[in-house]
């Protein structure tokens, strides 16, 4: 049977072997959410970067570019991070070059793997069945907030953890744990996750439209990865 396990910051990430195995980027809050979006509504692919001049770069190759620190639009940015912003398709057959405060920098440090997905609710069911299709243990990288461990990208983790239990092992306690977790609060998902130190941030933002979308399950059946070069595409 495949293992699974849980890594609930990038700044833990080094104290997991990645090499042959299927990382999932969780963030939740929103970015892998954004690149779900982004990507069913006709994006054609995303390239992720953890600095933001490198990615502000792109704009000169005709990249629309997104940019978010710490919630809100980084400046000289088109765009944000904002889910909302691509399911009217207006940016369909658009190349997006984006970066956020945690989830590009979780993506960057999961390099060396045998495989990434970007793990979000909106596509949920249709990750966990790809992730059956593959013969490959698995490491959901929580991107979590500025290295601490957060609650939507590890109650994912659970939620994912769990609806693999037939086909995947627990290889540590964290997986464990979140199960745990996730079987007590997942009833009632969008309550419990009110109380997150960044659904609050954001809530103070203005943008509780985005929280409700981030936290919507199996909109899509699109499942997001990255190819060759690293890019974020359909799948």
């Given at each position: 049977?495949r ?10 990430i080094?104290?997991?072997e990645v ?9 939740i809050f929103r970015a892998?959410s954004?690149?779900?979006?982004a990507l069913?509504?006709?994006v ?9 001049e490198?990615c ?5 190759q005709?990249y629309?570019i997104?940019?978010e ?14 889910p ?12 997006l070059?984006?970066?956020t405060t ?5 993506i960057?440090k ?6 990434i997905l ?9 990750t ?6 593959r013969?490959l243990?698995?490491?959901?990288h929580c991107?979590g907030w500025?290295?601490r ?10 939620a ?23 079987s007590?609060e997942?009833?009632q998902?969008s ?12 809530q ?21 990865g990255?190819?060759?070069k ?6």
């Amino acid at each position: 049977m495949r293992s699974i396990e849980v890594c609930f910051s990038p700044k833990l990430i080094h104290l997991h072997e990645v090499k042959g195995k299927l990382v999932v980027v969780v963030d939740i809050f929103r970015a892998t959410s954004t690149m779900v979006a982004a990507l069913a509504h006709g994006v054609t692919e995303i390239l992720p970067f953890a600095d933001l001049e490198a990615c502000r770069e792109m704009q000169k190759q005709e990249y629309l570019i997104a940019g978010e620190r710490n919630g809100l639009t980084a400046p000289g940015f088109e765009l944000g991070n904002s889910p909302l912003a691509f399911t009217n398709g207006k940016y369909a057959g658009r190349k997006l070059a984006m970066t956020t405060t945690n989830g590009t920098l979780a993506i960057e440090k999961s390099k060396g793997a045998a495989e990434i997905l970007v793990g979000a609710f909106p596509n949920f069911q249709a990750t966990a069945n790809y992730i059956r299709s593959r013969n490959l243990d698995v490491v959901i990288h929580c991107a979590g907030w500025k290295g601490r461990f957060n609650l939507e990208d590890s109650l994912f983790a659970g939620a994912l953890a769990q609806e693999l239990a037939d086909s995947h092992t627990n290889a540590d306690d964290g997986a464990l744990a979140m199960i745990s977790l996730f079987s007590k609060e997942g009833p009632q998902l969008s309550s419990f996750l009110a109380q997150a130190s960044h659904a609050k941030r954001l809530q103070n933002h203005g943008i509780e439209a985005d929280i409700d979308f981030c936290l919507s399950s199996n909109l899509y059946t699109q499942v997001v990865g990255a190819d060759k070069k690293g890019a974020m595409v359909v799948f």
